[in-house]
């Protein structure tokens, strides 16, 4: 191959290399807030469940409250039972009875599910807990990957820096020139692989055969008719050849 044509074929695995490790640590602060926000939708469950317990069980002590105040007044109906005179006056106060009686029942059964109900979210309260601390683990262990993931991708920044800077030294100007001006036009890719049908890779323009030969031997710099890429070919690898078939 042809040393200039090498050299562009690495600059633009370097640029390419490059423009990857800027976008792979301008996303890093989105990953991170990411993982935070699962953690924060994690302690949100929970706190949501415990402010619920606690509502339900002021409601118990109210309804605790309620039926304290049936069950004293039935205890007074059922003194004042003693003291009456006449069937007249035991009908009426039985009947008051009965009214107090199913009241109290009904406030001790508010009082009853209030029970269960705090015990179902107990139990909410603790799932929750548990998916908390997995959040909180997972999430750890993921701000811990990407810290080492930003600080690999750093270092892959700085060194293609420094080698496409060596390189882009080492080439003449105008082969540079024209790798940028081609780089710029063509959102960073200024290299295509011509393929085995004999087609720009980028473009998909057919090449003219005595083209595609010429660019076959790699020997020199040949640009698309159509998107002006720099193009190259790469052969087949032996084992691609097809096997020998029985007619
Ligand atoms: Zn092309």
Redesign the pocket.
């Known amino acids: 191959m042809s040393p200039d044509l090498q050299h562009l074929i690495d600059l633009q695995n370097l640029e390419t290399a490059i423009e990857e490790a800027k976008r792979r640590i301008a996303a890093h602060p989105q990953r991170v807030a990411d993982a935070d926000t699962r953690l924060a939708h994690a302690k949100d469950a929970v706190e949501t469940a415990r402010q619920r317990l606690k509502a339900s069980q002021e409601a118990r002590r109210e309804q605790e409250k309620e039926a304290a105040t049936y069950q004293a007044r039935l205890s007074k109906f059922k003194d004042q039972l003693s003291a009456v005179k006449t069937n007249r006056e035991y009908q009426a106060m039985q009947l008051e009875i009965e009214t107090a009686q199913k009241e109290l029942g009904v406030a001790e059964e508010r009082v009853l599910e209030r029970m269960m109900e705090a015990d179902a979210v107990a139990a909410e309260i603790k799932k929750g807990e548990q998916a908390l601390a997995a959040q909180q683990k997972e999430v750890d262990a993921e701000k811990k990957t990407l810290v080492e993931e930003l600080t690999t991708v750093e270092a892959a920044l700085k060194d293609a820096t420094a080698s496409r800077a060596a390189l882009v030294a080492s080439l003449a100007a105008p082969l540079v020139a024209l790798f940028e001006q081609l780089a710029r036009a063509r959102k960073g890719l200024a290299i ?1 692989i011509a393929t085995r049908e004999g087609l ?1 890779s ?4 057919r090449l003219r055969p005595q083209a595609f030969q010429e660019i076959r031997r790699n020997d020199q710099i040949i640009q ?1 008719p ?4 720099i ?1 190259y070919y790469i052969p087949p690898p032996p084992a691609a050849e097809p096997a020998v078939t029985h007619a």
């Open positions: 295509a720009c980028a473009c998909h323009v698309c159509s998107c002006n890429r193009l």
